[in-house]
């Protein structure tokens, strides 16, 4: 109490204070709670990093932060003083001309929060000249002013565009921009890279954090990936069930988190599959070429080995074609040319020239399982139709094979006759890993089964898939755009870039240095939970500018 | 919202305890507003009529009993028509026939519309194709003016009017049915079953037509009040339901001269139709709002 | 979601209006342009297969079982039934493009009556009531509609949307017979069913209520020599009809759209923006609605043509529609076929229209790539 009262003294009153925030959202017909009681300060010019997992209330905690509830979200206690104004108490008016003049805000989707109505410029100098701040000239002199500074392509001529001709990562830049137009005292990131590939990521995230510090703009910055937030903040903001676990400045936060749960935060990086020796070849794939219809080409000559028992990841950007690749094996989508050889036995292309046994041995795993359940299916049902259809299970033999695999995936049986909307994401994907275990299959293909998950989630489902394949000797097929699953489960790596295989080998050799060039670009670009990894990227890829291009 | 995957309360918890099915529809119903209330006893009210139409009506659907245009009261509740036929009695059979049509007009649209609307998503490609186009065409043209080319071409009786309406309504069925299924078959479960080596009917009955269920039994009831209004329009104008078959809409049509001695018995049959209309709405709105409204409108 | 550091010909593409940005939008307008010939011309073929449907001897069945084989004959070679189906249809199709659609069944040897004279003067009044209709029924409805969506939940949206509901779930004909009801109660209520059952004070009230009421004609009987003001003036009741049912549907769907509308991102964002909630909808809510709301109104304009069917029957106006059912009642067949390609014509031209306003108001068609 004692420190926080000298803080105050030397720094001045906080730009923002939080006290005792309640929030409750409808849904269900009930108001559940979603914030409960909240404390939370900010001074000018400093980075706030909120992190937590979905349904933790960290985006309707930066929301209230100008003055907004969600529709369906009611304030239910609590205050939130904003430069010595009480913004619950103020008129609605009153709030409106702090918001985008001096509070800011910048959203995970700029594709969708752009208005596809209507020219960037004219969207980012709305605010400064509805509100009487800037004259128009003025204002779009200062927005280019700010591509340019944002390091858009064209800053001249960017601007005349609409939203549709601009590329995700230069979107999030513009609206960036919009942001910084009327130099606000505090601007609220909200996810703003989320939707991002990580290569595009880097630099969206170093130019924001540029123009940040250059204006010492106060921010909350808002993700649930503790290793981007530690590139922005100056001290971070644990949040789980609406409630505060812990708050530290970075740095103290990444070195020596004092709460186990902010340690688990960073579990699945916690993870390595040590390299298991080699075993027969299990999936063959050689000069496999395939696409959607008959011209637009997504997968151009790709031959890859997957060992029996063992685990294959391929990792690559969105566009890469990894996915595809995925729908091939598993017989969605036919190829053009190439062969596929499965057990020493050719592999036909297509699912319907595929006997119903050999469709059994291959399974796959899909990277939503919200999508990949029938949603009025209970879980009886999902898991019990693979035992009857493909094993011919009935009866008391069929309900003890499905409680047997609802002990493998660590679930009782009280789930038996739930339905899938009454489980929580991690639950669900277990419920997808028992019905494709119910095949007794010898090659599960995993598409991003983990990408949907948060990370404590995350984490538990990739022992899961470990010890599974431990105890069943099962072939995975991984394909994931996460490094630190590859190294969490992986025994041998294959690097897709635009439909072409980049890199391959075993874990160890390709990880590690030297690289291709497609390859380091793709590692470097992970962020480590490092507060200092975005800097040190940057310097080395401005020392050699090859590298990034 | 949250996520009960917590660090303290590993998976392996069993789930808390669930309600049944009858007790959800209970609290369901205890919370339906009035309206709702309302249309679902109206809707109750006026199968019974048609159900036990002869046990009820005083007098038969055709019988002449009295003076033409007889006033209200006395052995004819609601007077008599221009024949002399009883006014009430004929209401009750209007019910019968004109709700009866309705019913097998549309159930007969959704089983042609909804089957083709649902192969049409699931299949895609020429057979996609060729239904939607045509199904544009039909709808190019509104279905009341159609209907009247086609009853011109095969004469007003009761089979044509049916089919002809059915076949008209199953357009917009399939538009319904073939969006909602498109929905449903690019999601990730659809594929599973379809990879699994799963059968067409395993695919419809069990995969698809669960998940479509809600949207389809809103547009059943829009669908009805559209059918049953359009053979109400189609008979007033003389060329739908023909005499002596009491029906709602010919009664209004027989019947109408008498309003300008400010006289209502034409208004009673119009007003039965419009009671009807109103209490299918205002289920069907009490109904979306529960499925969907509450989460995607938020 | 690649973002390119320098994509080529950055600059090229912000021109505003080149030729080449104009390409997109000219071969989308002129793919819907082909898209509703073609299907005016599969709807004119149904419309004249429909004849060749019928079961039997079109003639024989027209004259009935009774009648001589010469006159059966006779008849034939006069609708030239003896010809083969594709070249009928093309002198009818070729007619109807010339504004010609034969002679009616009505007609007989020796007294000929073309169709055309029996649509022409008709088709002015039809088009004369939808469009009163749709003058007052279009602006009302749009307001309504985003007054509703704005004020979502309050009690003035709760009224409107209860009042809506009733509005389109009755027949029309019910309506046009209430307001008939109401006029002609002026001086009959006392003598009707209601003021028996109704309570002395109530009749009274009543009474006093409809002594308001102007005493507005209940059937709209004109012919050539009715002047204009006093064709408006016999058009008020069966247009305030069409314009209660169309404005209900019409304000119900353009609140639909509009709700969505607002519900989207770039609203939301609008709102953090700290834009003002009139700037909200008018700036960036509304642009992104016109091609839905464009669409609604052609739907319901194209529904005022069925709707116009029905209230000119009711009122006995000397309109298409009214022509159409009796045409349909006598089975004059090629009466109903000229009506039925006039009102099909009608349906795809509006929906046209409704197309080249979304195409116009999309701005990724305007400005591709």
Redesign the interface.
């Known amino acids: 109490m004692n420190a926080e009262n000298t803080d105050l003294r030397v720094r001045g009153a906080p730009l923002l204070q939080i006290r005792d925030l309640r929030i409750e959202?409808?849904?269900?017909?009930r108001w559940?709670p979603?914030v409960r009681g909240i404390d939370l300060e900010l001074h000018r010019g400093e980075v706030l990093g909120l992190i937590g997992?979905?349904?933790a209330g960290k985006s309707t905690l930066g929301?209230v932060a100008?003055g907004?509830a969600k529709?369906?979200c009611r304030i239910t206690g609590g205050s939130v003083t904003f430069d010595g104004q009480d913004l619950l108490a103020m008129k609605e008016d009153e709030r409106?001309?702090?918001?985008?003049?001096r509070i800011?805000?910048v959203?995970q989707?700029a594709s969708?929060?752009?208005?596809?109505?209507?020219r960037l410029l004219d969207q980012t100098i709305?605010?400064a000249v509805?509100?009487g701040l800037l004259g128009r000239k003025q204002a779009s002199l200062r927005a280019i002013g700010m591509f340019e500074k944002l390091?858009l392509?064209?800053a001249g001529?960017?601007g005349?565009?609409?939203p549709?001709?601009v590329?995700?990562?230069?979107l999030q830049r513009a609206m960036t921009a919009?942001a910084m137009e009327c130099r606000p005292d505090l601007i609220i990131f909200d996810e703003p890279t989320t939707?991002?590939?990580v290569?595009?990521q880097v630099?969206?995230l170093a130019s924001m954090r540029e123009v940040v510090r250059e204006f010492n703009t106060a921010a909350i910055y808002i993700s649930h990936d503790l290793a981007v937030v530690a590139q922005m903040a100056d001290r971070i903001m644990v949040l789980?069930?609406g409630k505060t676990v812990e708050e530290a400045p970075a740095r103290r936060m990444l070195a020596e988190p004092a709460e186990?749960?902010t340690r688990?935060l960073w579990s699945v990086r916690a993870l390595a599959q040590p390299e298991r020796s080699d075993t027969e070849i299990c999936l063959k794939i050689d000069n496999l070429v395939t696409g959607y219809g008959k011209s637009a080409k997504v997968i151009d000559d790709i031959s890859i080995e997957l060992q029996r028992g063992r685990t294959l990841a391929i990792v690559g950007e969105?566009?890469s074609g990894k996915s595809t690749l995925a729908q091939v094996i598993?017989?969605?989508l036919p190829a053009w040319s190439g062969k596929m050889t499965f057990e020493g036995r050719p592999l036909p292309s297509g699912?319907r020239s595929r006997p119903?046994d050999l469709?059994r041995r291959i399974q796959?795993i899909?990277q939503?399982p919200d999508?990949?359940?029938?949603?009025?299916?209970s879980v009886a049902e999902t898991i019990g139709?693979?035992l009857e259809?493909?094993l011919g299970l009935k009866g008391a033999a069929k309900q003890r094979r499905i409680k047997e695999l609802l002990d493998m995936i660590?679930?009782?049986s009280?789930?038996l006759?739930?339905l899938p909307g009454?489980l929580?994401?991690?639950?669900k994907q277990?419920i997808c890993i028992a019905?494709a275990l119910a095949a007794k299959p010898e090659l599960v293909i995993c598409d991003e089964v983990t990408s949907a998950l948060?990370q404590?989630?995350q984490s538990?489902i990739l022992k899961l898939l470990s010890s599974l394949q431990a105890e069943l000797g099962i072939s995975y097929l991984f394909i994931t755009h996460d490094i630190a699953t590859v190294r969490a489960i992986a025994d041998h790596v294959v690097v897709m870039n635009q439909g072409k295989v980049v890199e391959q080998g075993p874990k160890s050799v390709v990880l590690e240095p030297p690289h291709q060039p497609y390859t380091d670009l793709l590692l470097s670009s992970v962020p480590e939970m490092d507060p200092d990894w975005l800097t040190r990227v940057l310097k080395s890829r401005r020392a050699t500018p090859d590298a990034?291009? | 919202m949250s996520d009960p995957d917590p660090l303290s309360v590993p998976p392996v918890a069993g789930p808390g305890p669930r309600r049944s099915r009858r007790a959800r529809i209970r609290a369901e119903l205890k919370r339906a507003p009035l309206s709702a209330w309302f249309g679902g006893l109206v809707i109750l009210a006026y199968v019974v009529l048609a159900v036990f139409a002869p046990l009820i009506a005083p007098w038969g659907e055709a019988t002449v009993a009295g003076q033409p245009h007889q006033a209200w009261g006395g052995d004819f509740l609601l007077g008599t028509d221009q024949l002399g036929r009883d006014v009430l009695s004929r209401l009750i059979y209007g019910a019968r026939n004109t709700l009866g049509i309705a019913v097998l007009t549309t159930c007969l649209a959704f089983l042609t519309g909804g089957l083709l609307g649902i192969l049409a998503a699931l299949y895609g490609g020429w057979f996609d194709q060729i239904c939607s186009r045509i199904v544009d065409v039909f709808m190019s043209i509104p279905s009341l003016i159609f209907a009247l080319l086609f009853l011109s071409v095969f004469g007003s009786s009761i089979p044509n009017l049916i089919i002809t309406l059915a076949a008209l309504d199953a357009t917009r069925v399939f538009r319904l049915a073939r969006a909602a299924a498109g929905t449903v078959v690019v999601l990730d479960y659809i594929q599973i079953a379809r990879v699994r080596g799963e059968s067409l009917l395993w695919l419809i009955r069990r995969e698809i037509l669960p998940n479509i269920l809600s949207p389809m039994i809103v547009e059943f009831g829009l669908r009805f009040c559209f059918v049953f209004l359009s053979i109400a329009a189609l008979s007033f104008l003389g060329v739908g339901i023909q005499p002596p078959t009491a029906d709602w809409g010919s009664m209004v049509r027989e019947n109408a001269a008498l309003i300008s001695y400010g006289n209502i018995t034409a208004l009673l049959p119009a007003a039965a139709i419009a009671l009807l209309t109103v209490a299918v709405n205002f289920v069907i709105d009490w109904y979306v709002y529960r499925t969907s409204g509450m989460r995607d409108e938020r | 979601m690649n973002d390119a550091t320098t994509p080529a010909g950055a600059g090229a593409n912000a021109a505003p209006a080149s030729a080449r940005n104009l390409r997109p939008l000219l071969r989308t307008g002129l793919q819907r342009l082909a898209l509703g010939f073609v299907t005016l011309f599969i709807v004119s073929i149904i419309i004249f297969l429909s004849i060749e449907a019928l079961p039997g001897d079109f003639a024989q069945s027209m004259l009935g079982r009774s009648a001589a084989a010469d006159t059966v004959e006779a008849y034939r070679l006069m609708l030239g039934l003896d010809r083969p189906v594709f070249e009928r249809y093309l002198s009818w199709a070729a007619g109807a493009v010339q504004g010609d659609f034969g002679m009616s069944l009505t007609s007989r040897p020796g007294s000929i009556r073309a169709v055309n004279d029996m649509i022409g003067p008709r088709l002015y009044n039809t088009f004369f009531l939808a469009a009163m209709t749709a003058l007052i029924a279009v602006p009302l409805a749009v307001l309504l509609g985003i007054l509703t969506a704005l004020y979502r939940g309050s009690w003035f949206d709760r009224l409107i949307n209860g009042s809506t509901l009733m509005a389109i779930s009755v027949p029309e004909f019910f309506i046009a017979y209430i307001l008939c009801y109401i006029v002609i109660s002026k001086d009959m209520f006392a003598f009707g069913q209601l003021a028996q059952i109704l309570p002395q004070w109530a009749n009274d009230g009543i009474i006093w209520l409809l002594s308001f009421v102007p005493k507005l004609p209940t059937l709209a009987v004109i012919n050539e020599s009715t002047s204009f003001g006093e064709r408006v003036w016999k058009l008020i009741l069966p247009a305030l009809t069409l314009t209660l049912v169309i404005t209900a549907h019409m304000m119900r769907m353009t609140r639909a759209v509009l709700i969505n509308v607002l519900a989207s991102s770039y609203v939301e964002m609008a709102r953090l923006k700290g834009l003002s909630k009139t700037r909200v909808v008018l700036c960036h809510a509304l642009p992104n609605a016109w091609a839905p709301i464009a669409t609604v109104i052609a739907f319901n304009l194209a529904y005022l043509i069925v709707g116009v069917v029905v209230v000119e029957v009711v009122f006995v106006y000397p309109g298409i529609g009214q022509l159409m059912v009796d045409a349909v009642r006598t089975r004059d067949i090629p009466v109903v076929q000229a009506c039925t390609l006039i009102f099909a014509a009608t349906y795809i031209i509006l929906n046209l229209i409704a197309d080249c306003v979304a195409i116009i108001t999309n701005p990724r068609l305007l400005y591709p790539r």
Request: proline share 5%; charged share 20%.
């Open positions: 959202g409808f849904s269900d017909d559940h979603i997992e979905s349904g929301l100008m907004y529709p369906g409106r001309l702090l918001r985008g003049a800011a805000y959203a989707s969708a929060s752009f208005n596809p109505a209507h709305e605010t509805t509100h390091r392509p064209g001529a960017i005349l565009r609409f549709h001709q590329s995700g990562g230069q919009m939707a991002l590939d290569t595009t630099e969206v789980r069930h186990d749960y688990s969105s566009g598993s017989g969605m699912f119903r469709l796959m899909y939503s999508t990949a359940l029938n949603p009025r299916h139709r693979p259809f493909y660590e679930m009782g009280g789930y006759d739930r009454e929580s994401g991690g639950q277990r019905r948060d404590l989630v538990g990034a291009s």
